[in-house]
């Protein structure tokens, strides 16, 4: 696992929080997609108590199938697609403000987790992950045990 400092942790976080933003203002201007992706991150809570972190993202409207968890060298990686609903008949929007296509969001974590033992539930619109913590190792005492010749 990788060590992060926690001021990078905050700045990296910070970054992507006014990626967010931007994409979001932009995509929202006169109430129409501009560019030629669109992409958004959806909002979270992230908590922790002495046992686990739990991080809650809205991702209301996407099925299960659409969205893909992945946990690598301490980042959690939240990422998939929320679909337009398709239309027969061609439609004047008068108000956009639902964000649609490809998301992706990441949060580092400054802590060890067990990765094996996480799980993820998505119910209402809220997918909820929680992540057991490793006990601290550097307190933990073990003796080694010497091969003999």
Not at 14 to 35: I, K, P, W, Y
């Amino acid at each position: 696992m990788v060590n992060r400092n926690p001021a990078i942790v905050e700045i990296i976080q910070l970054q992507e929080d006014l990626n967010h933003l931007l994409s979001d203002l932009t995509m929202r201007v006169s109430g129409e997609f501009l560019g030629t992706t669109n992409h958004w991150a959806p909002n979270i809570d992230l908590s922790e108590d002495d046992v686990e972190i739990i991080v809650r993202a809205e991702v209301p409207g996407i099925s299960q199938s659409d969205v893909e968890i992945v946990f690598q060298e301490g980042s959690l990686q939240i990422r998939g697609e929320k679909r337009q609903p398709a239309s027969q008949e061609r439609i004047r929007y008068l108000c956009l403000e639902r964000s649609y296509g490809k998301f992706s969001r990441t949060i580092y974590l400054t802590v060890p987790v067990d990765v094996n033992a996480a799980q993820a539930r998505l119910r209402n619109g809220v997918l909820t992950i929680t992540l057991p913590k490793l006990s601290n190792r550097r307190r933990q005492q073990r003796t080694i045990p010497i091969e003999p010749d």
